[in-house]
Protein backbone atom coordinates (compact mmCIF):
# COMPACT_ATOMS: atom_id res chain seq x y z
CA UNK A 1 0.00 0.00 0.00
CA UNK A 2 2.07 2.93 -1.17
CA UNK A 3 2.23 6.01 1.73
CA UNK A 4 3.10 9.02 2.31
CA UNK A 5 5.99 10.05 5.09
CA UNK A 6 6.11 13.48 7.36
CA UNK A 7 8.94 14.90 9.18
CA UNK A 8 7.95 17.66 12.17
CA UNK A 9 10.62 19.14 13.99
CA UNK A 10 9.91 20.19 17.45
CA UNK A 11 10.71 23.97 17.98
CA UNK A 12 12.55 24.55 21.34
CA UNK A 13 10.52 25.97 24.08
CA UNK A 14 7.57 23.53 23.16
CA UNK A 15 5.02 22.92 26.49
CA UNK A 16 5.29 19.05 27.31
CA UNK A 17 2.23 18.05 25.41
CA UNK A 18 1.31 14.50 25.05
CA UNK A 19 2.58 12.94 21.75
CA UNK A 20 -0.81 12.33 20.30
CA UNK A 21 -2.23 15.40 21.22
CA UNK A 22 0.90 17.49 19.45
CA UNK A 23 0.62 15.27 16.22
CA UNK A 24 -3.11 15.64 16.01
CA UNK A 25 -2.92 19.38 15.79
CA UNK A 26 0.31 19.17 13.49
CA UNK A 27 -1.03 16.66 10.81
CA UNK A 28 -3.89 17.98 8.25
CA UNK A 29 -7.07 15.91 8.33
CA UNK A 30 -5.71 13.59 11.95
CA UNK A 31 -7.89 12.45 14.39
CA UNK A 32 -6.53 11.47 17.44
CA UNK A 33 -7.94 8.01 17.22
CA UNK A 34 -5.85 7.62 14.33
CA UNK A 35 -2.99 8.81 15.58
CA UNK A 36 -3.02 6.56 18.39
CA UNK A 37 -3.46 3.80 16.13
CA UNK A 38 -0.22 5.42 14.18
CA UNK A 39 1.96 5.25 17.34
CA UNK A 40 1.02 1.79 18.14
CA UNK A 41 1.39 -0.03 15.14
CA UNK A 42 5.34 1.96 15.20
CA UNK A 43 4.89 4.36 12.46
CA UNK A 44 6.18 6.92 14.34
CA UNK A 45 9.36 7.45 15.37
CA UNK A 46 11.54 10.14 17.61
CA UNK A 47 15.18 10.51 16.78
CA UNK A 48 14.79 6.93 14.92
CA UNK A 49 13.19 5.22 17.90
CA UNK A 50 9.84 4.20 17.80
CA UNK A 51 7.36 6.23 19.81
CA UNK A 52 4.87 5.59 22.76
CA UNK A 53 1.59 7.17 23.21
CA UNK A 54 2.45 8.61 26.06
CA UNK A 55 5.46 10.37 25.17
CA UNK A 56 5.20 13.96 25.84
CA UNK A 57 6.73 15.92 23.16
CA UNK A 58 8.88 19.04 25.22
CA UNK A 59 10.77 20.83 22.17
CA UNK A 60 13.49 19.82 19.78
CA UNK A 61 12.72 16.66 19.03
CA UNK A 62 12.71 15.54 15.28
CA UNK A 63 9.44 13.39 14.60
CA UNK A 64 9.12 11.40 11.50
CA UNK A 65 5.61 9.74 10.60
CA UNK A 66 4.28 7.11 8.32
CA UNK A 67 0.88 7.26 6.75
CA UNK A 68 -0.63 4.25 5.00
CA UNK A 69 -2.81 6.02 2.05
CA UNK A 70 -5.85 4.09 1.22
CA UNK A 71 -6.93 3.62 -2.51
CA UNK A 72 -8.98 6.07 -3.83
CA UNK A 73 -13.22 5.98 -2.95
CA UNK A 74 -14.79 5.27 -6.59
CA UNK A 75 -15.95 8.51 -7.02
CA UNK A 76 -20.05 8.53 -8.71
CA UNK A 77 -21.67 11.27 -10.90
CA UNK A 78 -24.06 13.59 -8.90
CA UNK A 79 -26.75 15.58 -10.85
CA UNK A 80 -25.12 18.44 -9.90
CA UNK A 81 -26.01 22.41 -11.71
CA UNK A 82 -22.83 23.33 -13.45
CA UNK A 83 -22.18 26.68 -14.97
CA UNK A 84 -20.35 26.17 -18.25
CA UNK A 85 -18.41 29.00 -19.55
CA UNK A 86 -17.24 26.73 -22.28
CA UNK A 87 -17.45 23.75 -23.70
CA UNK A 88 -15.84 21.45 -26.82
CA UNK A 89 -14.75 17.68 -27.96
CA UNK A 90 -11.24 18.68 -25.93
CA UNK A 91 -11.96 20.72 -22.78
CA UNK A 92 -14.37 22.57 -21.00
CA UNK A 93 -14.24 25.92 -18.91
CA UNK A 94 -16.49 26.11 -15.86
CA UNK A 95 -17.27 28.81 -12.93
CA UNK A 96 -16.65 27.02 -9.72
CA UNK A 97 -19.14 28.70 -6.85
CA UNK A 98 -17.44 29.14 -3.59
CA UNK A 99 -18.04 26.29 -1.38
CA UNK A 100 -17.57 23.47 -3.83
CA UNK A 101 -14.57 21.29 -3.47
CA UNK A 102 -12.73 20.65 -7.01
CA UNK A 103 -12.39 16.63 -6.42
CA UNK A 104 -12.76 14.53 -3.90
CA UNK A 105 -10.61 14.36 -0.75
CA UNK A 106 -10.87 13.22 3.24
CA UNK A 107 -14.58 14.39 4.18
CA UNK A 108 -15.23 15.50 0.78
CA UNK A 109 -16.01 12.48 -1.62
CA UNK A 110 -19.62 13.93 -2.31
CA UNK A 111 -20.93 17.21 -3.58
CA UNK A 112 -17.54 17.81 -5.75
CA UNK A 113 -16.96 19.16 -9.30
CA UNK A 114 -15.50 16.10 -10.12
CA UNK A 115 -18.89 14.30 -8.82
CA UNK A 116 -20.80 16.99 -11.31
CA UNK A 117 -18.23 16.73 -14.43
CA UNK A 118 -18.92 12.85 -14.15
CA UNK A 119 -22.70 13.16 -14.65
CA UNK A 120 -22.22 16.22 -17.28
CA UNK A 121 -18.90 14.69 -19.53
CA UNK A 122 -19.47 10.58 -18.60
CA UNK A 123 -16.03 8.92 -19.21
CA UNK A 124 -15.25 11.85 -21.58
CA UNK A 125 -12.34 13.38 -19.00
CA UNK A 126 -8.85 12.68 -18.85
CA UNK A 127 -7.03 10.05 -16.68
CA UNK A 128 -3.44 11.48 -16.45
CA UNK A 129 -4.58 11.57 -12.69
CA UNK A 130 -6.02 9.35 -10.22
CA UNK A 131 -9.57 7.61 -10.31
CA UNK A 132 -11.08 10.88 -7.67
CA UNK A 133 -9.79 14.00 -9.86
CA UNK A 134 -10.73 13.10 -14.02
CA UNK A 135 -9.89 15.91 -16.35
CA UNK A 136 -8.44 18.25 -13.51
CA UNK A 137 -5.72 20.44 -15.06
CA UNK A 138 -5.49 22.87 -11.87
CA UNK A 139 -7.44 23.64 -8.77
CA UNK A 140 -9.74 26.23 -6.85
CA UNK A 141 -9.74 26.08 -3.21
CA UNK A 142 -13.03 25.06 -1.99
CA UNK A 143 -13.68 28.88 -0.76
CA UNK A 144 -12.40 30.34 -3.54
CA UNK A 145 -14.64 30.80 -6.84
CA UNK A 146 -14.49 31.42 -10.40
CA UNK A 147 -12.47 29.68 -13.46
CA UNK A 148 -11.37 26.26 -13.73
CA UNK A 149 -9.78 24.33 -17.26
CA UNK A 150 -11.01 20.47 -17.51
CA UNK A 151 -9.27 18.09 -20.19
CA UNK A 152 -11.45 15.65 -21.73
CA UNK A 153 -8.69 13.70 -22.89
CA UNK A 154 -5.10 12.89 -21.96
CA UNK A 155 -3.26 14.52 -24.47
CA UNK A 156 -5.28 17.82 -24.03
CA UNK A 157 -4.60 17.56 -20.47
CA UNK A 158 -0.88 16.92 -20.92
CA UNK A 159 -0.96 19.86 -23.45
CA UNK A 160 -2.72 21.94 -20.56
CA UNK A 161 -0.11 21.11 -18.40
CA UNK A 162 2.71 21.83 -19.95
CA UNK A 163 1.39 25.64 -20.12
CA UNK A 164 0.57 26.26 -16.30
CA UNK A 165 4.27 24.79 -15.69
CA UNK A 166 5.70 27.14 -18.04
CA UNK A 167 3.82 29.72 -16.63
CA UNK A 168 1.80 30.47 -20.10
CA UNK A 169 -1.39 30.39 -19.16
CA UNK A 170 -3.09 34.32 -18.01
CA UNK A 171 -4.94 33.34 -14.34
CA UNK A 172 -6.70 36.63 -13.33
CA UNK A 173 -8.08 37.22 -9.62
CA UNK A 174 -9.88 39.63 -7.60
CA UNK A 175 -9.60 40.12 -3.78
CA UNK A 176 -10.99 42.39 -1.08
CA UNK A 177 -8.50 42.68 1.21
CA UNK A 178 -7.29 44.80 4.73
CA UNK A 179 -5.79 48.03 4.27
CA UNK A 180 -4.97 50.41 1.89
CA UNK A 181 -1.39 50.66 -0.26
CA UNK A 182 -0.36 54.40 0.20
CA UNK A 183 -0.31 55.20 -3.36
CA UNK A 184 1.75 52.30 -4.25
CA UNK A 185 -0.92 50.97 -6.62
CA UNK A 186 0.94 47.61 -7.94
CA UNK A 187 3.86 45.12 -6.73
CA UNK A 188 5.35 42.06 -6.53
CA UNK A 189 5.19 39.66 -3.65
CA UNK A 190 8.38 36.80 -3.69
CA UNK A 191 8.50 34.78 -0.75
CA UNK A 192 9.00 30.47 -0.76
CA UNK A 193 6.14 28.46 0.69
CA UNK A 194 5.64 25.36 2.58
CA UNK A 195 3.60 23.54 5.16
CA UNK A 196 3.63 25.40 8.44
CA UNK A 197 6.13 24.29 10.97
CA UNK A 198 3.19 24.88 14.09
CA UNK A 199 0.77 23.60 11.82
CA UNK A 200 0.50 21.15 9.41
CA UNK A 201 -2.99 22.06 8.25
CA UNK A 202 -1.88 25.86 7.37
CA UNK A 203 0.42 27.42 4.71
CA UNK A 204 3.39 29.51 5.72
CA UNK A 205 6.14 31.45 4.23
CA UNK A 206 9.39 29.62 4.73
CA UNK A 207 13.13 29.97 3.49
CA UNK A 208 13.06 26.25 2.52
CA UNK A 209 9.83 25.87 1.26
CA UNK A 210 9.09 26.21 -3.34
CA UNK A 211 9.33 29.54 -5.07
CA UNK A 212 6.40 31.53 -5.11
CA UNK A 213 5.65 34.51 -7.28
CA UNK A 214 2.21 36.80 -7.34
CA UNK A 215 1.74 39.64 -8.43
CA UNK A 216 -0.63 42.55 -7.87
CA UNK A 217 -2.53 45.88 -9.06
CA UNK A 218 -4.80 48.01 -7.00
CA UNK A 219 -8.18 48.36 -8.16
CA UNK A 220 -9.80 50.37 -5.98
CA UNK A 221 -9.24 52.04 -2.21
CA UNK A 222 -12.45 51.87 0.59
CA UNK A 223 -10.30 53.37 3.33
CA UNK A 224 -9.83 50.36 5.36
CA UNK A 225 -10.20 47.78 2.51
CA UNK A 226 -9.05 47.62 -1.42
CA UNK A 227 -9.94 45.92 -4.23
CA UNK A 228 -6.86 43.81 -5.76
CA UNK A 229 -6.04 42.41 -9.45
CA UNK A 230 -4.04 39.57 -9.08
CA UNK A 231 -1.82 37.23 -11.22
CA UNK A 232 -0.55 34.15 -9.86
CA UNK A 233 3.61 33.08 -11.89
CA UNK A 234 3.26 30.01 -9.86
CA UNK A 235 0.92 27.66 -8.51
CA UNK A 236 1.19 27.07 -4.98
CA UNK A 237 -1.31 25.76 -2.35
CA UNK A 238 -3.47 29.01 -0.66
CA UNK A 239 -0.66 31.26 -2.64
CA UNK A 240 -2.24 34.44 -2.82
CA UNK A 241 -4.37 33.77 0.86
CA UNK A 242 -0.55 33.52 2.32
CA UNK A 243 1.19 35.99 0.26
CA UNK A 244 -1.46 38.60 1.32
CA UNK A 245 -1.45 38.14 4.71
CA UNK A 246 2.66 38.21 4.41
CA UNK A 247 2.68 41.73 3.38
CA UNK A 248 -0.17 42.71 6.03
CA UNK A 249 -3.06 42.76 3.93
CA UNK A 250 -4.80 39.35 4.82
CA UNK A 251 -7.90 38.62 2.35
CA UNK A 252 -11.27 39.67 3.64
CA UNK A 253 -13.07 36.80 5.56
CA UNK A 254 -10.51 34.55 4.95
CA UNK A 255 -10.87 32.41 8.26
CA UNK A 256 -7.70 30.21 8.29
CA UNK A 257 -5.21 33.37 7.44
CA UNK A 258 -6.26 36.62 9.60
CA UNK A 259 -9.39 37.57 7.32
CA UNK A 260 -11.78 37.50 10.18
CA UNK A 261 -10.53 40.16 12.26
CA UNK A 262 -10.02 43.61 12.36
CA UNK A 263 -6.43 43.94 10.59
CA UNK A 264 -6.44 47.85 9.48
CA UNK A 265 -7.50 50.74 11.03
CA UNK A 266 -9.54 51.88 14.49
CA UNK A 267 -10.72 48.72 16.54
CA UNK A 268 -13.61 51.43 17.87
CA UNK A 269 -17.64 49.71 18.29
CA UNK A 270 -18.66 51.24 15.51
CA UNK A 271 -15.77 49.82 13.24
CA UNK A 272 -16.23 46.46 15.09
CA UNK A 273 -19.70 46.76 14.37
CA UNK A 274 -20.27 47.53 10.41
CA UNK A 275 -16.89 45.10 9.74
CA UNK A 276 -19.73 42.24 11.28
CA UNK A 277 -21.97 43.49 9.18
CA UNK A 278 -19.88 42.86 6.23
CA UNK A 279 -18.59 39.66 7.58
CA UNK A 280 -22.00 38.03 7.69
CA UNK A 281 -22.65 39.00 4.00
CA UNK A 282 -19.10 37.19 2.73
CA UNK A 283 -18.44 33.54 5.34
CA UNK A 284 -15.49 33.36 3.33
CA UNK A 285 -12.38 34.30 1.96
CA UNK A 286 -13.22 37.22 -0.75
CA UNK A 287 -11.17 35.81 -3.57
CA UNK A 288 -12.47 34.78 -6.93
CA UNK A 289 -10.56 33.37 -9.99
CA UNK A 290 -12.08 36.08 -12.38
CA UNK A 291 -9.99 35.66 -16.16
CA UNK A 292 -8.61 32.07 -17.67
CA UNK A 293 -6.30 32.47 -20.53
CA UNK A 294 -4.60 30.11 -22.72
CA UNK A 295 -3.69 28.16 -25.96
CA UNK A 296 -6.26 25.58 -27.17
CA UNK A 297 -4.35 22.11 -27.35
CA UNK A 298 -5.98 21.51 -30.62
CA UNK A 299 -6.61 24.48 -32.76
CA UNK A 300 -3.64 26.84 -31.59
CA UNK A 301 -6.16 29.74 -31.12
CA UNK A 302 -5.51 31.94 -27.72
CA UNK A 303 -8.21 31.70 -25.60
CA UNK A 304 -9.43 33.96 -22.66
CA UNK A 305 -12.31 33.86 -20.59
CA UNK A 306 -13.91 36.30 -18.05
CA UNK A 307 -16.31 35.75 -15.20
CA UNK A 308 -18.23 38.59 -12.98
CA UNK A 309 -17.79 38.73 -9.68
CA UNK A 310 -20.81 36.59 -7.45
CA UNK A 311 -22.93 37.81 -5.31
CA UNK A 312 -21.77 38.00 -1.68
CA UNK A 313 -18.32 39.96 -3.48
CA UNK A 314 -20.73 42.25 -5.81
CA UNK A 315 -23.14 42.96 -2.41
CA UNK A 316 -19.65 43.18 -0.34
CA UNK A 317 -18.03 45.78 -2.60
CA UNK A 318 -21.60 48.31 -3.50
CA UNK A 319 -21.56 48.79 0.16
CA UNK A 320 -18.09 49.89 -0.04
CA UNK A 321 -18.75 51.73 -2.49
CA UNK A 322 -21.54 53.52 -1.33
CA UNK A 323 -19.52 54.77 1.08
CA UNK A 324 -21.51 53.80 4.43
CA UNK A 325 -18.89 53.09 7.54
CA UNK A 326 -21.22 51.71 9.88
Known amino acids: MPSREIHIDVPPGQSPERLDVYLTRHIENATRAKVQKAIRAGLVRIGGSEAKVSYRVSGGESIDITIPKPPPPDVEPENIPLEIVY ?47 PGIVHRLDKDTSGLLLIAKNDTVHAHLAGQFSRRETEREYQAVVWGTFDGKKSGVIEAALGRSASD ?107 SALPADMTELLAILRSGITS
Open 87 to 133: EDDALLVVNKPAGMVTHPAFGHYTGTLVNALLHHAGAGLSAVNDRTR
Open 200 to 306: RKKIAVRSEGKPAVTTYRVVEEFGFLSLLSLKLLTGRTHQIRVHLHHIGHPVFGDPIYGGRRIAWGPTTPSRRDFVQRLLTIIGRQALHAKTLGFIHPVTGERKRFD
